[in-house]
């Protein structure tokens, strides 16, 4: 009798555990749901994020911001608060100051940047203030220096042309060579005939010796990456404007001698 007490005391312990032990395993298993599910959430959150933009003033040319803004704004984030200054502004000087921004127009963003969903983007952008704020500033021209108080990077582009020679290709292409390339933004363009006036001056002060030709004036050597190439394409002139004489780098494209007169054509194969 006392042997079938114990037995069934033993046993109700034993169901004790057991349940105990599973009621610890679903417990266990419903935090750790729980814990992802809330890890999920917060991942997908959008970022908290506020942006003040400071504008470039009488730089119509200069890197537009709006672009890096919308930029942005794609991203999994919730704009809070969004102001803009100019850069002569009070607020804008002070920022300038504050945040020790050299060029302009310029992005300042403050918030979650640092939150998962949005770290890889932000990364690829701008400096840190001590505060945190993500200083966003014009890597390559046009921009406004402030502190040499003037625009850096605006070029002029002359293309000299021969109008007796119809087979030749038109040097307009150039510009958009120079912008997808280089990243060199035209401000102002001129189309010279070889045969005028003008465009006698270029060939003969240049000693040009082949048409198309263009010529760069301006704030040229504000871009690295096209002065680094352009010894293999052209000259550097001691005025400083940059001539092109590459023409027979450019492939599958006609032009004109102007030592023999006559007209180059691509080599084909039969």
Not at 128 to 141: C, M, R, V
Request: charged share 25%; proline share 3%; hydrophobic share 35%.
């Amino acid at each position: 009798m006392e042997l079938s007490k114990n037995q069934t005391y033993g046993g109700y312990v034993l169901l004790f555990l057991i349940l105990a032990t599973g009621s610890l395993i679903a417990f266990n298993m419903l935090m750790t749901l729980s814990s992802r599910d809330s890890n999920a959430k917060e991942l997908a959150r959008s970022a908290e994020i506020e942006i003040t933009s400071i504008a470039a003033v009488g730089c119509d040319s200069c890197v537009d911001i709006n672009a890096i803004i919308d930029a942005v704004k794609k991203q999994p984030v919730q704009v809070n608060k969004e102001e803009q200054f100019t850069m002569d502004s009070e607020e804008g000087k002070k920022l300038v100051e504050t945040y020790q921004i050299t060029r302009a127009p310029a992005l300042l963003i403050k918030g979650e940047i640092e939150k998962e969903n949005v770290r890889e983007f932000f990364g690829t952008y701008g400096r840190k203030s001590e505060d945190g704020t993500l200083i966003i500033e014009p890597k390559q021209p046009i921009y406004f220096d402030l502190a040499e108080n003037k625009i850096v990077g605006e070029i002029s582009l002359t293309t000299i042309s021969d109008s007796e020679c119809s087979e030749c290709y038109d040097p307009a292409i150039h510009q958009s060579i120079l912008k997808n390339n280089f990243g060199v933004t035209i401000t102002k363009t001129e189309a010279l005939d070889a045969n005028s006036g003008q465009g006698k001056t270029y060939v003969q002060r240049y000693a040009i010796k082949e048409l198309p030709a263009f010529l760069l004036s301006g704030d040229v050597t504000s871009y690295d990456a096209l002065v680094k190439v352009w010894e293999q394409v052209g000259t550097i002139e001691q005025d400083g404007t940059f001539v092109f004489r590459g023409n027979e780098k450019l492939s599958g494209l006609v032009y004109k001698d102007l030592s023999t007169g006559k007209i180059v054509k691509p080599e084909t194969t039969e």
